[in-house]
């Protein structure tokens, strides 16, 4: 629901990279996005193509990899994830697979990261 | 000539908030202010549960109050002659730790000791966005369905207390309040599940009670 601002920022941090490398085109954005995440990833491909237009960004083409959830349980050192589908990804931060344990730490699944971009510059 | 390139960039979005949060809560502790998120559906009962808080704790309490159009929820607690900042987030479903930065500056941190931050109605897009408070307080009422808990696992996961509201009336609206109980529990076994009727009085006194147990 908060697709919006999390494009916005991702533009932002973006076009200021390719400020910094001189780019005279952006052809390529690789986003991060933990499925733990409230975002929404087709949502966010929206807002940024909308938010592209008219900048350095416009026609890039956008990657988002989903970063699946990994835990560490406290109790039994699982650590992993779990062969739950997609819509039951929330279950394996309630529980352990291995131990039913509920004290869990949650290692990847929460990222928005603008990993890399692929310019053109002059030599 | 040009050339094509690749270039890192590494920037997480959710890392640069959670730093800012970090930053937010040694201020807060530095100044002695302990800082409770209040977060909840619209409706829920969150700003009447801040207003009772305000009169019967005995403490010197400061409000800010987060909402799409903050100058509704201020103006209640305006009233009661505390400090009070109203944060607009416009069309943004959430406060952020960058936008409450703003607003603990411009609080008269000294005069206050208790803190009560009311974000966005919303069960989903807070859960993103830490603050940098101290406690997680989440307000849920029964006339939301017996089901919410269950359906939104991480705002309940997170939380450090849970308020069940309006068990006045969960039989008219025919929700079980035990089995929203029930849920947060089973999501979150180390939390404090408090059942409470605004209107009624219940529940409050156990709920200045928790929050004092966690200043301390």
């Known amino acids: 629901m908060h697709e919006l601002s999390m494009a916005d920022a991702i533009v932002k941090t973006v076009l200021d990279a390719a400020e910094k490398n001189q780019a005279e085109e952006i052809l390529e954005v690789t986003i991060e996005i933990g499925k733990l995440t409230m975002l929404n990833p087709e949502q966010l491909r929206f807002l940024l193509e909308v938010l592209t237009e008219d900048t350095l960004l416009e026609g890039a083409d956008i990657i988002i990899e989903e970063i699946p959830v990994k835990i560490k349980c406290n109790n039994c050192d699982y650590t992993g994830s779990t062969n739950l589908d997609d819509s039951d990804h929330y279950l394996m931060i309630v529980k352990c697979p291995e131990c039913d344990e509920r004290n869990l730490e949650v290692i990847t699944g929460q990222e928005c990261n603008v990993k890399n971009i692929r310019i053109e510059k002059p030599e | 000539m040009h050339k094509i390139a690749e270039v890192e960039i590494q920037h997480d979005i959710m890392v640069a908030n959670k730093k800012i949060a970090q930053r937010n809560q040694r201020m807060l502790d530095k100044a002695g202010v302990f800082t409770v998120d209040v977060l909840g559906a619209i ?174």
């Open chain 2, 43 to 216: 409706g829920s009962g969150k700003t009447s549960l801040i207003e009772i808080l305000i009169q019967k704790m005995n403490h010197k309490i400061g409000v800010i109050a987060g909402d799409v159009i903050s100058k509704f929820d201020a103006g209640r607690f305006q009233k009661y002659d505390i400090p009070v900042i109203g944060l607009n987030t416009g069309k943004e479903c959430h406060l952020d730790a960058h936008l409450v930065e703003h607003a603990f500056q411009d609080l008269p941190l000294k005069e206050i000791d208790l803190l009560f931050v009311e974000n966005v109605g919303n069960l989903i897009c807070p859960v993103d966005f830490d603050l940098g408070s101290h406690m997680r307080m989440v307000v849920v009422s029964v006339t939301e369905g017996d089901d919410t808990v269950e359906k939104h696992p991480l705002i309940f996961k997170d939380a450090d207390l849970v308020v069940i509201n309006k068990i006045d009336i969960a039989e008219a609206v025919g929700a079980d309040e035990e089995k929203m109980a029930n849920d947060a529990k089973m999501l979150n076994p180390d939390v404090e599940v408090i059942k409470s009727s605004l209107k009624t009085g219940e529940g409050v006194k156990e709920i200045i009670k928790a929050i004092e147990d966690f200043m301390k």
